[in-house]
Antibody, heavy 120, light 107 residues
Framework: EVQLVESGGGLVQPGRSMKLSCAAS????????MAWVCQAPKKGLEWVAT????????YYRDSVKGRFTISRDNAKSTLYLQMDSLRSEDTATYYC?????????????WGQGTLVTVSS | DVQMTQSPSNLAASPGESVSINCKAS??????LAWYQQKPGKANKLLIY???TLQSGTPSRFSGSGSGTDFTLTIRNLEPEDFGLYYC?????????FGGGTKLELK
C-alpha cells in the first residue's frame, strides 16, 4: 500500500524558513516524479512544485520560484520542501503527492498533508 | 495559466441518484483532465485521468467525458461514501491547475 506521510508543518513568522518532509513507502520511490500541492484554508488545490524521479529536474509555480526548493533523497525515500522568505499567503496545508509512473501530468497518490501557518 | 472553472459549487443528492459535475477550461486542453475526490481525514484520491480513464480501484459508477474545454464527471447510483469534495485538474500543460471544487452533499 502506498503511503506518503508529511511532517514539519507548524506556525512560523513571516520572512522565516521552514522545511517540510514526506516519507514514502509501499512503492519504488526512485522511479516516480514527486510533487507538493497546497490548499489554503477553505480554498482549492494549487500545485507548488515537481521534481523528477532522479532529482535532475525541478519545476515551480511562479509565486514560489526563488523562495521554495523541492528536493529528494532516494536512499531515504523522502521528499522535501524548503520554504524560505515565507509570506502570510503561503499559509496552507501542504500535500506530498506522487505523479504516475512515467508521467508528471497528474497526481496518483497523496499524503494527508501538513499545515503551515505563517503569522506573527 | 489555464483557468479551470467547476460547476456547480455545491450539489445535494441522495444515495442511489446520479449526479454530474462540470469542469470548463479557459482554453483547449485536448482530453487531458483528471478528477479527484477529497474527504476530511483521508488522502485525496485520483479517480480519473486523461478525461475518461479510470484509475485502478475507481468504481465503475464513476465516469468522465469531454474534450477541448468542456468536461463532465458523472457518478451513477450514488453510494454513501461518494459524498465529499471533487476537483478537476488539467494536465495538458504546466503549471497543472485545478478547478475550485464541487461539494457533493447528502440531501
Amino acid at each position: 500500500e502506498v503511503q506518503l506521510v508529511e511532517s514539519g508543518g507548524g506556525l512560523v513568522q513571516p520572512g522565516r524558513s521552514m522545511k517540510l518532509s514526506c516519507a514514502a513507502s509501499g512503492f519504488t520511490f526512485n522511479n516516480y516524479d514527486m510533487a507538493w500541492v497546497c490548499q489554503a484554508p477553505k480554498k482549492g488545490l494549487e500545485w507548488v512544485a515537481t521534481i523528477s524521479y532522479d532529482g535532475s529536474s525541478t519545476y515551480y509555480r511562479d509565486s514560489v520560484k526563488g523562495r521554495f526548493t523541492i528536493s529528494r533523497d532516494n536512499a531515504k525515500s523522502t521528499l522535501y520542501l524548503q520554504m524560505d522568505s515565507l509570506r502570510s499567503e503561503d499559509t496552507a496545508t501542504y500535500y506530498c503527492a506522487s505523479h504516475s509512473y512515467g508521467s508528471r501530468r497528474w497526481f496518483a497518490y497523496w499524503g494527508q498533508g501538513t499545515l503551515v501557518t505563517v503569522s506573527s | 495559466d489555464v483557468q479551470m472553472t467547476q460547476s456547480p459549487s455545491n450539489l445535494a443528492a441522495s444515495p442511489g441518484e446520479s449526479v454530474s459535475i462540470n469542469c470548463k477550461a479557459s482554453k483547449s486542453i485536448s482530453k487531458y483532465l483528471a478528477w479527484y475526490q477529497q474527504k476530511p481525514g483521508k488522502a485525496n484520491k485520483l479517480l480519473i485521468y486523461s478525461g475518461s480513464t479510470l484509475q485502478s480501484g475507481t468504481p465503475s459508477r464513476f465516469s468522465g467525458s469531454g474534450s477541448g474545454t468542456d468536461f463532465t464527471l458523472t457518478i451513477r447510483n450514488l453510494e454513501p461514501e461518494d459524498f465529499g469534495l471533487y476537483y478537476c485538474q488539467q494536465h495538458n500543460e504546466y503549471p497543472p491547475t485545478f478547478g475550485g471544487g464541487t461539494k457533493l452533499e447528502l440531501k
